[in-house]
């Protein structure tokens, strides 16, 4: 059988054990594969597919934790958002709908809590009335693409019908048997729609540190090919993605090839190159760098890939 969600087992792990309010709030997160039945007509490449990955977790907490575990994850979605260099988004928070689970003092209480974590972050956001799903309020993040449309990928969900249908349960402290709030969350929703997105809006040109290739080791000559494999060895040693050209082709030619495919660094060797135990550093569209020794290169290309640049700045000799 083929999942649609990952919901039911977080909650049988949930239920699994009896819980405590000492306990709450309570986390699962998944990287889990699920399946739609999309309607052919209404499929679209990566951003709309049958089956795909989603970055899933399932938040169980008390009524008064809502607007806080919102805020951890408003605080988490905006730092992927960032750090992938989306800034062309808009929020929406959905309001109750027609038909609802769950009591109209529930539902106040949290889309209160939730528009409560979005004014805390500063974040300018819009009401999308009556379009929370029937078992919740929910925020909405929709990020643009290239044409300009909108595509739902992060969301946070709160949920009243999940706890209610399942009988879960933690003990107050008063003793007594209580219901938890259940909050669905994914940060890039579809890791396949977000990707797609991604592509779209760097072209291909990602920054270092997304580069599939981030480096290419290009031998002036033959006579170049041993010191060529043994930079790229030691870079790859070092965890870099790095390919070798060794083709009996003219120097202008592989240079032009390596900006077409986008690859970040093209670090040409030849006979001073060799001699010196350096590296002649061209940045994608940024030109000739000039020589550096493989140490110095490696180590500007670590800093930028742990600082997650979304740049290539040109190194300096």
């Known amino acids: 059988q083929l999942k649609p969600m990952n919901c039911p087992f ?3 792990m949930y239920k699994s054990h009896l819980r405590s309010y000492r306990d709450l709030p309570l986390r ?7 399946y739609r039945y999309e309607r052919s007509g209404v499929l679209h490449g990566l951003l709309r597919v049958r089956g795909f990955t989603q ?22 979605t905006f730092f992927v958002l960032k750090t992938f260099g989306f800034a062309d988004y808009q929020v929406w928070v959905s309001t109750r709908p027609e038909k609802a689970v769950g009591s109209e003092a529930a539902w106040a209480q949290a889309t209160a ?5 979005l004014k805390s972050r500063g974040v300018a956001y819009g009401i999308d009335p009556g379009q929370g799903v029937f078992y919740g309020p929910k925020i909405d993040i929709k990020i643009k693409d290239v044409l300009g449309r909108s595509w739902q990928c992060s969301t946070v969900q709160v949920d009243f019908n999940n706890p209610e249908r399942f009988g879960l349960e933690f003990m107050g402290e008063d003793g007594q048997p209580h219901r938890p709030i ?28 997304l580069a ?21 060895r030691r870079l790859t040693d070092a965890g870099v993605r790095v390919e070798v050209d060794l083709r009996n ?27 010196d135990d350096t590296v002649s550093v061209r940045t994608r569209g ?6 550096m020794t493989v140490a110095a290169f490696l180590a500007h290309l670590q800093k930028e890939v742990e600082g997650r640049s979304l740049t290539s700045a040109v190194p300096k000799a």
């Open 113 to 117: 809590a939730l528009e409560a974590a």
């Open 10 to 12: 977080h909650i049988m």
């Open 212 to 232: 599939p290739v981030q480096a290419v080791v290009i031998a002036i000559t033959d006579n170049h090919a041993d010191y060529a494999r043994d930079v790229a």
């Open 249 to 275: 082709e003219k120097i202008g030619l592989k240079i032009r090839e390596a900006e077409r495919a986008k690859i970040p660094y093209m670090l040409v060797v030849g006979d001073r190159e060799k001699q």
């Open 286 to 291: 940024g030109g000739n760098a000039g020589a």
């Open 28 to 34: 699962y997160a998944e990287l889990g594969t699920v």
């Open 55 to 76: 970055d899933d977790a399932h938040l169980f907490c008390r009524s008064d934790q809502i607007e806080e575990e919102v805020s951890r994850v408003l605080d988490f």
């Open 182 to 209: 259940m909050i669905h969350r994914a940060l890039m929703g579809s890791i396949e729609r977000f990707f797609g997105i991604l592509i779209e809006q760097y072209a291909g040109v990602f920054p270092a540190w």
